[in-house]
Protein backbone atom coordinates (compact mmCIF):
# COMPACT_ATOMS: atom_id res chain seq x y z
CA UNK A 1 0.00 0.00 0.00
CA UNK A 2 1.64 3.35 -0.76
CA UNK A 3 1.55 6.08 2.02
CA UNK A 4 1.44 9.61 1.81
CA UNK A 5 2.51 12.17 4.28
CA UNK A 6 1.06 15.64 4.70
CA UNK A 7 4.08 17.87 5.93
CA UNK A 8 3.30 19.56 9.33
CA UNK A 9 3.81 23.10 7.71
CA UNK A 10 0.72 22.87 5.73
CA UNK A 11 -1.29 20.90 8.31
CA UNK A 12 0.25 22.95 11.06
CA UNK A 13 -1.84 25.93 9.18
CA UNK A 14 -4.77 23.95 7.55
CA UNK A 15 -5.73 21.34 10.01
CA UNK A 16 -8.74 19.92 7.89
CA UNK A 17 -5.93 19.40 5.00
CA UNK A 18 -6.47 16.42 3.34
CA UNK A 19 -6.41 14.15 0.25
CA UNK A 20 -7.91 11.53 -2.03
CA UNK A 21 -5.65 8.45 -3.31
CA UNK A 22 -6.70 6.17 -5.30
CA UNK A 23 -4.36 3.26 -7.31
CA UNK A 24 -5.06 1.66 -10.42
CA UNK A 25 -3.84 -1.58 -11.92
CA UNK A 26 -4.59 -3.45 -15.15
CA UNK A 27 -6.33 -0.46 -16.91
CA UNK A 28 -6.18 0.42 -19.86
CA UNK A 29 -6.14 4.45 -21.57
CA UNK A 30 -6.93 5.11 -24.97
CA UNK A 31 -8.89 7.78 -26.83
CA UNK A 32 -11.92 8.47 -24.92
CA UNK A 33 -15.48 6.98 -25.53
CA UNK A 34 -17.76 9.15 -27.06
CA UNK A 35 -19.76 8.88 -24.13
CA UNK A 36 -17.45 10.74 -22.22
CA UNK A 37 -16.47 13.21 -25.08
CA UNK A 38 -19.78 14.01 -24.95
CA UNK A 39 -20.32 14.66 -21.75
CA UNK A 40 -17.40 16.41 -21.30
CA UNK A 41 -18.12 18.72 -23.60
CA UNK A 42 -22.20 19.38 -23.05
CA UNK A 43 -20.63 20.05 -19.12
CA UNK A 44 -18.23 22.71 -20.39
CA UNK A 45 -21.19 24.51 -22.40
CA UNK A 46 -23.44 24.10 -19.14
CA UNK A 47 -20.72 25.41 -16.68
CA UNK A 48 -20.37 28.50 -19.60
CA UNK A 49 -23.57 29.44 -18.97
CA UNK A 50 -22.94 29.34 -15.16
CA UNK A 51 -20.06 31.59 -15.96
CA UNK A 52 -21.94 34.15 -17.57
CA UNK A 53 -24.26 34.58 -14.60
CA UNK A 54 -21.79 34.35 -11.42
CA UNK A 55 -18.36 35.08 -10.52
CA UNK A 56 -15.47 32.58 -10.58
CA UNK A 57 -15.44 33.21 -6.78
CA UNK A 58 -19.21 32.20 -6.18
CA UNK A 59 -18.12 28.99 -6.95
CA UNK A 60 -17.19 27.16 -3.59
CA UNK A 61 -14.25 24.75 -4.87
CA UNK A 62 -12.34 28.05 -6.58
CA UNK A 63 -13.45 30.13 -3.43
CA UNK A 64 -12.38 27.53 -0.77
CA UNK A 65 -8.47 26.84 -2.65
CA UNK A 66 -8.23 30.67 -3.24
CA UNK A 67 -8.57 30.90 0.35
CA UNK A 68 -6.13 27.63 1.50
CA UNK A 69 -3.50 29.05 -1.27
CA UNK A 70 -3.82 32.21 0.67
CA UNK A 71 -3.14 30.30 3.88
CA UNK A 72 -0.23 28.66 2.85
CA UNK A 73 1.22 32.08 1.36
CA UNK A 74 0.48 31.29 -1.99
CA UNK A 75 -1.02 34.24 -4.45
CA UNK A 76 -4.02 32.68 -5.90
CA UNK A 77 -3.72 35.47 -8.36
CA UNK A 78 -0.28 34.20 -9.83
CA UNK A 79 -0.75 30.43 -9.38
CA UNK A 80 -3.91 29.31 -10.34
CA UNK A 81 -5.29 26.07 -8.71
CA UNK A 82 -5.72 23.93 -11.97
CA UNK A 83 -9.45 23.47 -11.64
CA UNK A 84 -10.00 27.54 -11.12
CA UNK A 85 -7.78 27.80 -14.66
CA UNK A 86 -9.79 25.39 -16.27
CA UNK A 87 -13.09 27.35 -15.03
CA UNK A 88 -11.39 30.47 -16.63
CA UNK A 89 -10.87 29.02 -19.54
CA UNK A 90 -14.62 27.64 -19.70
CA UNK A 91 -15.75 31.43 -19.01
CA UNK A 92 -14.01 32.79 -22.57
CA UNK A 93 -15.68 29.85 -24.64
CA UNK A 94 -12.03 28.20 -24.50
CA UNK A 95 -13.33 24.82 -24.39
CA UNK A 96 -10.98 21.75 -23.53
CA UNK A 97 -10.18 19.30 -26.44
CA UNK A 98 -10.56 15.73 -26.01
CA UNK A 99 -6.90 14.10 -25.12
CA UNK A 100 -7.26 10.94 -24.35
CA UNK A 101 -9.30 9.12 -21.59
CA UNK A 102 -7.54 9.05 -18.37
CA UNK A 103 -6.54 12.95 -18.79
CA UNK A 104 -10.35 14.08 -20.04
CA UNK A 105 -12.22 11.98 -17.11
CA UNK A 106 -9.79 13.76 -14.66
CA UNK A 107 -10.61 17.17 -15.77
CA UNK A 108 -14.65 16.32 -15.71
CA UNK A 109 -13.74 15.29 -11.71
CA UNK A 110 -11.94 18.12 -11.82
CA UNK A 111 -14.93 20.06 -12.89
CA UNK A 112 -17.28 18.36 -11.36
CA UNK A 113 -16.02 18.66 -7.68
CA UNK A 114 -14.21 21.74 -7.91
CA UNK A 115 -11.15 20.52 -6.65
CA UNK A 116 -7.67 19.77 -8.08
CA UNK A 117 -7.31 16.49 -9.60
CA UNK A 118 -4.18 14.86 -10.62
CA UNK A 119 -3.24 11.90 -12.59
CA UNK A 120 0.31 9.72 -12.48
CA UNK A 121 1.82 7.17 -14.25
CA UNK A 122 2.74 4.69 -11.14
CA UNK A 123 5.74 2.83 -12.87
CA UNK A 124 7.57 6.04 -13.02
CA UNK A 125 7.24 6.67 -9.07
CA UNK A 126 9.54 5.74 -6.70
CA UNK A 127 8.98 4.99 -2.68
CA UNK A 128 6.39 7.00 -1.13
CA UNK A 129 5.02 10.43 -1.54
CA UNK A 130 5.34 13.04 0.70
CA UNK A 131 3.04 16.40 0.14
CA UNK A 132 4.84 19.64 1.23
CA UNK A 133 5.85 22.81 0.27
CA UNK A 134 8.66 23.31 -1.88
CA UNK A 135 11.86 24.37 -1.29
CA UNK A 136 14.91 25.87 -3.17
CA UNK A 137 15.55 24.20 -6.48
CA UNK A 138 12.55 22.41 -6.16
CA UNK A 139 10.85 22.28 -9.88
CA UNK A 140 10.39 20.40 -12.75
CA UNK A 141 9.50 20.36 -16.50
CA UNK A 142 5.79 20.52 -16.59
CA UNK A 143 2.54 19.59 -18.44
CA UNK A 144 2.58 23.75 -19.45
CA UNK A 145 5.40 22.69 -21.36
CA UNK A 146 7.80 24.88 -19.45
CA UNK A 147 10.16 24.23 -16.32
CA UNK A 148 7.87 25.24 -13.02
CA UNK A 149 10.03 26.55 -9.98
CA UNK A 150 7.91 25.25 -7.60
CA UNK A 151 9.22 26.58 -4.28
CA UNK A 152 7.07 27.89 -1.94
CA UNK A 153 4.47 25.72 -3.84
CA UNK A 154 2.32 22.94 -2.43
CA UNK A 155 4.06 19.82 -4.32
CA UNK A 156 3.88 16.21 -4.12
CA UNK A 157 7.09 14.67 -3.95
CA UNK A 158 8.18 11.07 -4.90
CA UNK A 159 11.98 9.72 -3.85
CA UNK A 160 13.20 11.07 -7.25
CA UNK A 161 11.86 14.33 -6.05
CA UNK A 162 8.75 16.77 -6.57
CA UNK A 163 6.23 15.83 -9.76
CA UNK A 164 2.60 16.74 -8.93
CA UNK A 165 0.87 19.97 -7.29
CA UNK A 166 -3.15 21.41 -7.61
CA UNK A 167 -1.20 24.33 -9.99
CA UNK A 168 0.80 22.22 -13.09
CA UNK A 169 1.80 18.73 -12.73
CA UNK A 170 5.13 17.38 -14.07
CA UNK A 171 5.87 15.75 -17.63
CA UNK A 172 8.07 12.87 -15.93
CA UNK A 173 4.82 11.11 -14.06
CA UNK A 174 2.37 12.00 -16.92
CA UNK A 175 -0.07 8.93 -17.44
CA UNK A 176 0.02 7.99 -21.72
CA UNK A 177 -1.96 5.09 -23.40
CA UNK A 178 1.15 2.70 -22.63
CA UNK A 179 0.17 3.37 -18.71
CA UNK A 180 -1.21 0.74 -17.48
CA UNK A 181 -1.11 1.44 -13.50
CA UNK A 182 -1.54 4.41 -12.33
CA UNK A 183 -2.48 6.49 -8.93
CA UNK A 184 -4.71 9.69 -8.76
CA UNK A 185 -4.28 12.43 -6.17
CA UNK A 186 -7.56 14.33 -5.22
CA UNK A 187 -6.96 17.79 -3.81
CA UNK A 188 -10.17 17.77 -1.17
CA UNK A 189 -11.60 20.90 -0.36
CA UNK A 190 -9.93 21.46 3.58
CA UNK A 191 -13.86 22.03 5.02
CA UNK A 192 -15.18 18.64 3.55
CA UNK A 193 -15.87 15.82 6.19
CA UNK A 194 -14.53 12.94 5.94
CA UNK A 195 -17.34 10.79 5.80
CA UNK A 196 -18.16 12.87 2.49
CA UNK A 197 -14.55 12.67 1.20
CA UNK A 198 -14.53 9.10 1.41
CA UNK A 199 -17.69 8.95 -0.40
CA UNK A 200 -16.10 11.02 -3.07
CA UNK A 201 -13.39 8.86 -3.46
CA UNK A 202 -15.18 5.80 -3.51
CA UNK A 203 -17.53 7.53 -6.57
CA UNK A 204 -14.49 8.09 -8.73
CA UNK A 205 -12.86 5.23 -8.41
CA UNK A 206 -16.15 3.19 -9.56
CA UNK A 207 -16.39 5.60 -12.71
CA UNK A 208 -12.61 5.32 -13.50
CA UNK A 209 -12.74 1.83 -13.71
CA UNK A 210 -16.02 1.52 -15.39
CA UNK A 211 -14.03 3.46 -18.35
CA UNK A 212 -10.44 2.68 -17.90
CA UNK A 213 -11.21 -1.46 -16.39
CA UNK A 214 -8.60 -2.32 -14.23
CA UNK A 215 -9.28 -3.00 -10.44
CA UNK A 216 -8.59 -0.33 -7.18
CA UNK A 217 -5.80 -1.66 -5.12
CA UNK A 218 -5.91 1.43 -2.59
CA UNK A 219 -8.93 3.87 -2.61
CA UNK A 220 -8.40 6.15 1.23
CA UNK A 221 -8.93 9.96 2.46
CA UNK A 222 -5.13 10.82 4.07
CA UNK A 223 -5.52 13.47 6.46
CA UNK A 224 -3.44 14.42 9.21
CA UNK A 225 -4.84 11.82 11.36
CA UNK A 226 -3.25 9.17 9.25
CA UNK A 227 -0.69 10.63 6.97
Do not use: C
Request: aromatic share 8%.
Amino acid sequence: MLTVQIDPSITSVIPTFKLGLISYHSIVISDSPQMLKGRLQFFQEILQMELDEKELTEFHGVKEWREAFKTLKIDPSKYRPSHEALLRRIKKGNFLPSLQSAVDLNTFFSLQYQVPFGIYDRTKLKGDLSVKLGQEGDGYEGMNGRYNDMKGKLITTDQLGPFGSPIVDSKRTSVSELTTSAIQLIYLKPSMEVAEAEQLVQAVALMFTQVHGGEVLQASVINSLNS
